[in-house]
Each structure stands twice: as C-alpha cells, then as structure tokens.
C-alpha cells in the first residue's frame, strides 16, 4: 500500500449541513480541491454516521479524490448520524428521493461543474444504482462496489425463494444497534438528546418489514433497478469480490446496460474496497481506477478506460481450503461482451441409483460468512463433513478447466413434503480428499415456478427444478475432481421449512450440473496499479489484557444433538479518535438447531455500543437484543433495546412479534 501526501491540488475541507425542501438538513462533510474553477462533485451517500464509524475510511479515499480535482462530499441519510429528521427502511422512497436532491444541490453549488458523480460499496453501492434509476440530470456517473440490482433475490434477506438466516437475522440485528445509536454532540450541538429520543420513538425493528414480505413483492421490486434497466442513464463502473455474496450483479450490469457507458470489474476480494489490502487479495489500484472513470465522464477526458474489455475478471487457481487467505494465485482475463464469446456451457450428466438426500439440519455450519469482511474466520473451511450430509457426485477433471460465470444445475426430485429447500455446492475436490468450496445456490422449492409466488409441492410427485448458482471465476486443474453436493439444509444461512427433515429423492437420470466453461488462453494484458490511498486518519486501538473470543465457534451437544454456532463479527472493538471520540461496540451472533427438528433453529443477536467524550462529560451506550425462533406456522421475533446516558436509562423498549410462515 502506497500512502500518499501530495497530490496535484492541495485541499480543505469543511462540515456543512444540506437543506432539503422539507426543511429537514442532512450532515455533510465535504473536501475540496483549492482552485479559483469550479469542478465535477463525487457523492457518497450512507447511514454509517461520517464523523465515527466510516471515518477512518472516509479519510482513505475522499482526500485523495479532493487532492486529484474533485469534491468529494459524504453525506449521512436522515435520521442517521447528525443529520436531522427520522430512520427509515433501507432504500426507502423518502431516502431516494433525499439522495436526489442531494445531487441537486451540490450541482447547483458555485465551487461546483454541475456535473456529480455518486460511488459507494454495499448501501452506498445499492442507492447509487436507485437514485441513477432516478435520473437526476447532474449524475452522470457512478461507481458501485459489492450492490445489487435485486433486493430480493440478491440481498441480505431471501436467497433462491428462502430466507436467509444468517443475515435477514444479522443484518436486521445489526441496524436495530446501528440506528439506535444517538448523535454526537461535538457536531450535533446541545439538540442532540432531544434529536436522540425522537429518532428512539420512531425506531422499528427492520425484521418486521422484511419477514412480512416472503415471495418478490412490490416492496422488494421498489429499489431493485433489474426490473427497468433503461432508466440508469449514467455511466455505471460496476465491482464486485468473488467472494462477495453481490457479485452475480456485475455480471447482470455487464449484461443488460449500454456497453458504451458500462464496465464491469470482478477480483478475488471480499465485501471490502479492492484497495483496502484486506484478505482475500490481491488489492488493486482502485483509486487510481475509479479516477479514470471519473476523468472520462465528469471531465471530458480520454484516460482509455472504454477502450478496457466490458468485463474484466479474476479467474483463481485451485488452492487449499482455508478460512483466509491472504493473496490467492490466479490471472485477469478480459471479456468483450457479457455473455462472453469466450465462455461455453458445458453439461455434466448426473450417475448412479435415486438418492433420498435427508440432510441432518446442522448442515452448512462449515458455510462460513454470508458476508466475509477479510477476517480470519470468514470463508469455509475443508467441506469433506458438508460433502458427507450431502449427496454428492463427482467428476474427473482430464485437462485444467477454467469456470467463469453463474453455474446452474437441473434436479429431477421427489418431494415427500409440501415445502422444502434444495441447495447445491460445487467444490473442487484434490487428490488427497480436501474439499474446496467453489460456489453454491439454493431453491426454495415452493418458489420453483417463481420467487412471485408460493407453490407447496405435492408430496410424491416427481418434478424437473432448475436454478443458478453464484457467479465464481476457477480454474480446477487435472487430477482433481468436481464435486456437486446436493442437501436438503443449509443452516444457519437457509432458516428450514416445516416438514423438511422428510427430504427429497434425487434422480440422477434427467439431473445435470452445467458450467461456464471459460476459453484457456496466454497471460491477459489486463494489469492494474498498486493500491495507493490518503494518509489514513489516524484512530487508536487501545491494547487490551481480554483474552479475545473466537471468531466462529461450533459447539455440539452430542447427547442432545443440538448444535450451537457462535459468531463474533468483528466489527471494530474499542477506538480512540484524533477528536477525542472514544467509541466501543461489541457484538455477538448465536445460531441453534436440532440436527433432527426444522423447528428448533433459533437465533440471537447481542450488541452492546458505548460512545464516550471525557472531555464533555458525555457517555452514552445501546444496548440491543434480538432473537428469531419459529413453529410451523409463523416466525416469532423478540427485540429489546436499552439507552443510557451516564446512569440514566433514557429509553428501554421491547417488541414481540408473530409473522406467519407464508413462503419462508
């Protein structure tokens, strides 16, 4: 990582608040190049409070923007941070609609072109993508790193049809803690408390909302610019890591927008910046990239990025399995077009005798991270354990295979309940037995006819599913094998139906696993530069005597055949920051289950979130608990959240909620 400190322009940079037309003000804060003409405006737009949480962040890559001819402006969303108003839903039509007069204002501002570009990664990446489909006339380009353009089926909360445990949970958890979290009165003045408690009395667990929605309603297309490409008018830059659970959107970017405003970008990474250096790498020079992009669009400048294929992707070797890995091998190919010319389905025929695969319910606790952030414990571990409560068949690799793509299997199945899920991995098997995860999807069998609507199976009857898995980049050399593991669980990422612990039958004959099988060729001429970021802001992490905790712990009750997965997020502990901020959060995620009872998987969430300025005698701390548990006809959900200041409790609430199981 290269840090630089000088640039071509010196900067400044200031804290201002945005007016909207309803009299709300949204906090901003805003580095800017030192020049008498005005320049193009660069817009990140998010609920993670700029002066604490994403600032160390922040400071990497705004400055460094600033000093190369441009303002770049973070932006906190309303009811988040210090801006004013109330939370909301993610991705809210309030939220958009702000976003867009947010790229108005800055357009109309004087140090400004009038031309604005918007960037960001996850919720950034995901209303960058909304508020272009909005087509403000100032957005003229985006960069969208680790989004989606389909909240449903490629979200944090259903996958194939199923809802997804591990973060429909998690994530929901997660923002129970984040939006309860007060205002800072460094920036948000002596209104703080009183702006504290309105945002407390508005708050609603997210859970509610998104468990109330099972099938791909109006409220998941809202958000979802799959369902009207055309309307994107700006030139979209679209990223995404491999091991990023959004990366099948850079694919469908790079296939359904205009090539002449589009490319696409897929590494190694995880859901992190590319330049960040955090496992898996290797990092690229992700600034200097995106700069490119912004001189092309937002200055008129021939930086050659157009001439660049429409896809550039990471194609990795075969490699040990491994909870992290620090650079993994492989190489950089350039597709022209997306479906690629160079990529070929090839159809892999399914043997043997029908198998009743009746997986045990603990199957998927070695699935790793929904979400890998480049942490130690993130990715699977060997899946010979998965592979064995799977059925599996295998297939030689004669000569070295590159994938590159979304495979896709065709399942012939015999249902014995009216609802159930299949799941299929692939995995890259090594002479000597380790098994290696590839890439893997999930069907909902109830939504086999589409994720619009619930269909039960009638039990007994013989039926012909097919769907897609997540797009990987592999190459699987000869001698090894390729393995398909198809089970009836996957817990905790896929929450199990009632009655699924009957299973289904597979037969083999009308069954196939297709693959995307990529043209081999010589070293591709698709290089990048080494990373490069601003001084970083300089945050301290105290040292600590606490032995640390695990990051990922199974834990089996053999007697009672209960087994217990124990997450730590590791979102960020205890800092110290150069204003005086001292800011601890801590949090841990709890999935249980009987390997034999559907009904008994249960999760919980704990987060505790302190924020402490010794110098103004402030000490305020949230402390949030939410739990999911089910029966066969309805999820049942308890939250509670407890807000403090010093010794006082300001606000304690608790929700109890029934939802009923109609698709989920």
Not at 427 to 447: F, M, W, Y
Request: a negative charge; hydrophobic letters at 35%.
């Amino acid at each position: 990582m290269h840090i630089r400190t000088s640039f071509p322009h010196t900067t400044t940079h200031e804290d201002v608040r945005i007016p909207l037309s309803d009299g709300t003000s949204l906090y901003a804060r805003v580095w800017r190049p030192v020049t008498g003409e005005p320049v193009p405006a660069l817009l990140e737009y998010l609920p993670y409070r700029l002066t604490d949480w994403t600032a160390p962040r922040d400071a990497q890559r705004h400055p460094w923007y600033a000093g190369h001819g441009y303002a770049s402006v973070r932006v906190d969303i309303r009811g988040h941070g210090n801006s004013e108003g109330l939370p909301g839903d993610e991705y809210s039509e309030q939220e958009l609609a702000d976003g867009v007069e947010v790229v108005e204002w800055l357009a109309a501002q004087p140090w400004c072109t009038g031309r604005v570009g918007m960037f960001g990664i996850s919720w950034g990446g995901f209303n960058s993508l909304q508020i272009a489909a909005r087509a403000p006339e100032a957005l003229k380009a985006v960069v969208t790193v680790c989004s989606t353009d389909d909240r449903y089926d490629n979200d944090v909360h259903y996958m194939g049809g199923s809802v997804l445990a591990v973060d429909m949970h998690a994530w929901a958890a997660t923002m129970l803690a984040f939006v309860s979290r007060p205002p800072d009165p460094a920036y948000a003045g002596d209104a703080w408390r009183e702006t504290w408690l309105r945002r407390l009395a508005a708050v609603e667990p997210f859970s509610h909302t998104w468990l109330a929605h099972q099938t791909r309603d109006a409220y998941w297309r809202h958000g979802s610019v799959c369902e009207d490409y055309g309307a994107i008018k700006a030139a979209v830059l679209a990223v995404g890591g491999w091991h990023d659970p959004y990366r099948d959107t850079v694919l469908r970017l790079a296939q359904h927008l205009p090539a002449d405003r589009t490319r696409g970008l897929i590494g190694p990474w995880s859901h992190q910046y590319p330049d960040r250096g955090l496992p898996p790498g290797p990092a690229i020079g992700f600034l200097q990239e995106t700069l490119r992009w912004w001189d092309h669009w937002l200055k008129d400048t021939d930086t050659g990025v157009m001439r660049e294929p429409l896809l550039r992707a990471w194609i990795s070797d075969s490699h040990p399995p491994a909870t992290v890995y620090g650079t993994l091998p492989g190489r950089w190919t350039g597709e022209p077009s997306w479906p690629s010319p160079h990529v070929t389905t090839v159809s892999y025929g399914l043997q043997g005798a029908p198998a009743l695969v009746r997986s045990p319910q603990h199957t998927g606790v070695d699935a790793g991270r929904f979400f890998p952030f480049g942490n130690d414990a993130d990715l699977p571990p060997d899946q010979r354990e998965e592979d064995a409560r799977s059925a599996s068949f295998e297939f030689a690799v004669g000569e070295e295979t590159w994938v590159l793509g979304q495979p896709r299997v065709r399942l012939r199945l015999t249902a014995h309940a009216p609802r159930g899920q299949v799941v299929a991995r692939v995995c890259d098997v090594a002479p000597d037995g380790s098994s290696t995860l590839v890439t893997r999807g999930v069907l909902n069998l109830s939504a086999r006819h589409g994720r619009d609507r619930s269909v039960p199976w009638t039990p007994g009857a013989v039926e012909d599913v097919e769907f897609e898995l997540n797009g990987i980049g592999h190459a699987f050399p000869p001698g090894h094998r390729i393995r398909l593991a198809v089970s009836s669980a996957y817990w905790p990422w896929v929450w199990p139906q009632p009655g699924s612990e009957a299973g289904f039958t597979l037969d083999p004959a009308g069954s196939f696993l297709e693959l995307p099988v990529r043209r081999r060729e010589p070293a591709s001429a698709v290089s990048f530069e080494e990373p490069e970021q601003a001084a970083p802001l300089g945050v301290n992490f105290p040292a600590t005597l606490d032995e640390p905790r695990p990051e990922r712990l199974v834990v089996r009750d053999v007697a009672a055949g209960t087994w217990r997965l124990e997450v730590d997020p590791r979102y960020g502990g205890t800092r110290v920051y150069p204003d005086g901020l001292e800011f601890t959060e801590e949090a841990l995620e709890t999935y249980t289950v009987q390997e034999a009872d559907p009904l008994s998987a249960r999760t919980r969430s704990d987060w505790s979130i302190r924020l402490h300025r010794p110098e103004l005698g402030w000490d305020a701390r949230v402390r949030t608990r939410s739990e999911i548990g089910c029966d066969g006809d309805a999820f049942v959900t308890s939250d509670e959240v407890i807000c403090t200041e010093g010794d006082e409790v300001v606000f304690h609430r608790t929700w109890e909620k029934r939802i009923p199981r109609t698709a989920g």
